[in-house]
């Protein structure tokens, strides 16, 4: 007979992994696969790669209890091709991984490429090459689209305009040069002509690029395609704004690695590169990806301190998803061995002869090449070791970041949105891209109002800038220039205030201006039908209602036998099961539970029902209130709150006006930061509303004008305008030439060319809501105390039982006999609780206690069973047992 004391723990270790497992989704059995991951760790992709990684991970096991578990370990590879080849014979050699994820470069993957085929492990790294090709090397998967794909995408923009040559401009490596017959070929079929190619070294100085920049501009071609890593390319767009490349006339394309990364550019460089033309991959916008975004900004900032203004783009998307898909293929795939086998020693071996062959690598490989799967990023779609790409977007950089224009699929060409109605046709029209903003706004005016002059003003454009390219201050230090003489003039987005005013004399604006807030768009919650639905997240809701069944399984178990409120027929007893627990929400039980174990339970349950309750009224009487409010320039003092505004304007002396705390300033430079700051709100590092000028606020909101709203009030201010030294008479004469400008067509067309029309938000559905829903992960602990609780009661009651029936289970019979006799016993009522005075004589008619062994008539007289000891009572002759007094071995009275 098992020893009753192991067979409950047996018991309780079951019920403690049943209830808590599916809290926290360990699976102490699965079978570890160790995964090798190389990243250039002091790198923008790097760090973004390494955080996206490791919650892949988190994320793919949590709640589930796969067959197999990845074990990563992490190497940087210095941003050096030495280190990334040492770091992948390591854990090839000594970890023996089964798989390697990177590294991020091309010149570091093709010697690890070769090690991943000679071992048979399968390296899947992000290089985007060409020449390094997935048909050619069966173990590389490409875990980012190549390059390759975008020169269709860049050849339809070509065509669209009608520009018939264009000059390439590509980086001096492999990775530059890789895209560039491509790039030939998809010219040749759309008819352009390619009269030069420009090649840049990494290393070059910013005089070498200077004068490859004044060869260029001695030439006809006046259209460019770059294709740079963004620290090249922002040293030769600053070089290409010295000399004078980046005005009205020039047409630049920029390449997908540098438009995914142009959150990663200074500001310096973005203002340098107004009017460019960019293409990259389209990420479709989900709840997922909101969400995710959110868990990553976090983390990476609790990960990354010292590291301001970092943005979640598509590489770490794409590392995401490529884990994700090898954890599913190593599931797939299953418990391989995983030593590598080792090859027949012979004369001349080298260190890497020595390591072997993988097991697992040839059945793994196949599952990774071959995967579809929707991702953060979008359609996951691997074929033949490389990833597809779905679709380009077409952006436009102005002001402080780039804007969607347009769309390019290799289905519908160019098209304004992702899913053209009725389209079937491919499409090269200009005119299904949204208006394009060239390069030279406020040169553009410059150049008109100079032109409208009775007399030839010579000008020469000097950046504010310092030698490294760096903002050199803000708007009040560069019009202070003119008054140290310096400067003669000072042309730009310069606002007309009266402190300016007292070293320089401005010219009439020539656009009018304002300055107002902008806030996060709230929807009012109670209009919401299902609104009290939403205080808990789905999880919680499925959680809490998990709990409540089994809170009352376990009380109506430790009940049923002693308590007749708890006794009956089985639909009655199911529905006590739901009424108990349920009633407890509204404290509206009205059965007395008369097991002390039962008592612990409802004393335990009970809170946890006081606490959730609690939680759900503060959540939902929060979003009835609070969310719906909208908040004024008021609300905000009032509140202490944090509030943005454009780096070096003169918007901090103006809040400083109206009260507010200059310490709750921040200020950002770009669209993205704006977005990135409203999103994560006063209390998360960011802030509750930006205060800037209107010809700034019209475009961010064309682009998010779904997410955030102008609220009043618009404070005056004078424009843009034109500074000179003080008592200059071309004062007077700019301020007229300007009126003739301002009042002709002119200016109208190149408003529109900078700010767009005002258009509304076609296909774009409502507004975002603020969420202050509760979370799984907020009570966490308190439903483990409550599971826990239930589950040793539970367990301290059925030891009992077994122990008090071990007769039972010491019995010869089979299984369904003991299960059925435990089964009749556990249905009988036990009066011994409740009417124990009444049996202290012995035992009244039809006692059945939990201490007196019941046994059915065709329980089986089996001569393994020789010994019994009578407990408490008695047992008739017509059960097959003699009566004798309590205490008195039965020996020899089993019926043969």
Known sequence: MQNPIFFGLDMFLFIISFCIAPLYGENATAVKVDVGIILDLDTYVGKISRTCMLMAIEDFYTNHNYSTRIVTHLRNSNNDDVDAASAAIDLLKNVQVQAILGPQRSTQADFVIDLGNKVNVPIISPSSTPSLSPKESPYFIRSAPCSSFQAKAIAGIVKAFGWREVVFIYQDNNYGSGIVPFLTDAMLEIDAFVPYQSIISPSATDEQILQELYKLKTMQTQVFVVHMLPCLASSFFLRAKEAEMMTKGYAWIIADVLTSLLDSVDSIVIDAMQGVIGVKAHVPKSNKLSYFTKRWRKKFQDENPDTDNLHLNVYGLWAYDMVTALATAVDKVGAVVQQFKKPVTRENSTDLDAIGTSNMGPTLVDSVRNINFKGLSGDFHVTDGQLQPSAYEIVNVIGNGDRTIGYWTEQHGISKTMKPNGKAVYSTDKDNLAAIVWPGFCIDVFKEVVKSL????????????????????????????????????????????????????????????????????????????????????????????????????????????????????????????????????????????????????????????????????????????????????????????????????????????????SSKFRNYSTYEEYNEALSRGSRNGGVAAIVDELPYIRPFLAKHCSKYAIVGPTYKAAGFGFAFPKGSPLVPEFSRAILNVTEGEKMVRISREWFGEEEGCPGKDGTVITSNRLSLDSFKGLFLTAGVSSSCALIIYLSIFFYENRIILASGTSITQKLSLLAKTFDEENNKSSEGSKKQGGIGEGDRTAESIAVSPDFPRSPAVSTFYHLEGVFSQEEGFSTTEPGTPYHDMIQT
């Open 454 to 661: 009775p007399y030839l003003v010579p000008y020469e454009f000097i950046p504010f800038a310092t030698p490294d390219g760096q903002s050199a201050g803000t708007y009040d230090e560069l019009v202070y220039q003119i008054f140290l003489e310096k400067y003669d003039a000072v042309v730009g987005d310069v606002t007309i205030v009266a402190n300016r005013s007292r070293f320089v004399d401005f010219t009439l604006p020539f656009t009018e201006s304002g300055v107002s807030t902008i806030v996060p768009i709230k929807n009012d919650e109670r209009k919401n039908a299902w609104i009290f639905m939403k205080p808990l997240t789905k999880d919680l809701w499925l959680t809490i209602g998990g709990f409540f069944i089994y809170t009352g399984f376990v009380v109506w178990v430790l009940e049923h036998r002693v308590n007749k409120e708890f006794r009956g027929p089985p639909s009655q007893q199911i529905g006590m099961i739901f009424w108990f627990s349920f009633s407890t929400l509204v404290f509206a039980h009205k059965e007395k539970v008369v097991n002390n174990l039962s008592r612990f339970v409802v004393i335990v349950w009970v809170f946890v029902v006081l606490v959730l309750t609690s939680s759900y009224t503060a959540s939902l009487t929060s979003m009835l209130t609070v969310q719906q409010l909208q908040p004024s320039i008021y609300d905000l003092i009032k509140n202490g709150e944090y509030v943005g505004y454009h780096s070096g304007s003169f918007i901090p002396g103006l809040l400083m006006d109206l009260k507010f705390d």
